[in-house]
């Protein structure tokens, strides 16, 4: 009798884990997008690549965005999202506050994985400014810094989101270089969200200056939103590491294994993030070192 229920005590604890490893197969993982475009157009965008990684992996995928940039950093630390689709600084940001780790960044099809950032102006705007093509790095800030001293505070400008690279934290740290102060420049200053409303109220001349990058500014382009003639590229940054693909530190090591096995055998015509990506490869917290010191020269601003 004894043996028998040792049994049986055997078999339910078996019993039990065998039950509770299956309920961990079915418990959906949570991507999570940053807002780079309007929410919905973001779903549309990452559903096939979602769809691929789930048949891959084995494990039902569940897409995420928010209304701003932070509201998935702060979803990764309340462990409400498994792992997402950041720009590099709010990676950095997710790095610190929520324990992300980098492992996967998308490639266009020469294989390139950075990126630039753009200072995007309406015509009138460029005009002044004297520019007709853009001005490049942290000389071509130091141009503009010197240009919009002498006109005054004439033009209103826009960052996109506080926690966007190409539309923040790249144009505020040349900015800072030039020794321009935004605040003090500019007539009026602010945000507007994405990048698309970036171009936009360009376009609409709702604001003179905005900040952007060479991802939105061409696809905004083919869809018939904006054109060259419309928004002026006035300045590019030097090329910024890519947008990574981050989970969080405390996933099992089984888990980060399959979503880096399934991203980076991801055929191209599955290939679906934001820009011209035609592949991932893979990456390192170590890759964003010149991210992290972008966002610490920020900070000893405040």
């Not at 997710?94 to 099809?109: I, S």
């Not at 853009?134 to 141009?143: Q, S």
């Not at 054109?227 to 089984?254: C, F, H, M, V």
């Amino acid at each position: 009798m004894k043996k028998f229920l040792i049994t049986i005590s055997v078999f339910l604890i078996l019993f039990s884990l065998g039950s509770g490893i299956s309920e961990a197969r079915k418990k959906c993982l949570i991507m999570g997008l940053i807002p780079a475009e309007d929410p919905k157009s973001m779903i549309q965008q990452y559903t096939p690549m979602k769809n691929w990684m789930e048949k891959k992996i084995g494990r039902c995928i569940k897409l995420f965005t928010a209304t701003d940039y932070t509201g998935v950093v702060e979803a990764m630390r309340a462990k409400k999202v498994d792992f997402a689709w950041f720009g590099p600084f709010s990676y950095v940001l997710a790095n610190e506050r929520a324990g992300a780790e980098a492992f996967a960044v998308g490639k266009d099809k020469e294989g390139v994985t950075t990126y630039h950032s753009y200072l995007v102006a309406t015509p009138e705007a460029a005009r002044k400014l004297r520019i007709s093509s853009p001005l490049k790095g942290a000389a071509g800030m130091e141009a503009i810094a010197e240009r919009l001293d002498k006109l005054g505070k004439e033009f209103t400008f826009a960052f996109t989101d506080p926690a966007s690279t190409s539309g923040y934290a790249i144009p505020r740290y040349y900015m800072m270089k030039a020794g321009m102060v935004p605040e003090e420049v500019f007539k009026k200053i602010g945000y507007v969200g994405t990048h698309d409303a970036a171009e936009l109220v360009v376009r609409n001349k709702i604001i003179d200056i905005v900040a952007d990058n060479d991802k939105s500014y061409p696809k905004m382009i083919k869809k018939g939103k904006i054109s060259e003639t419309s928004n002026i590229i006035i300045w590019k940054s030097p090329p910024i590491p890519g947008s990574p693909l981050a989970y969080r530190k405390d996933l099992p090591s089984a888990v980060k294994k399959a979503l880096r096995d399934s991203i980076t055998g991801i055929p191209q015509d599955r290939v679906t993030g934001y820009g011209s990506i035609t592949g991932y490869e893979l990456v390192t917290d170590n890759d964003y070192r010149v991210v992290k010191e972008v966002k610490k020269a920020i900070d000893n601003l405040r």
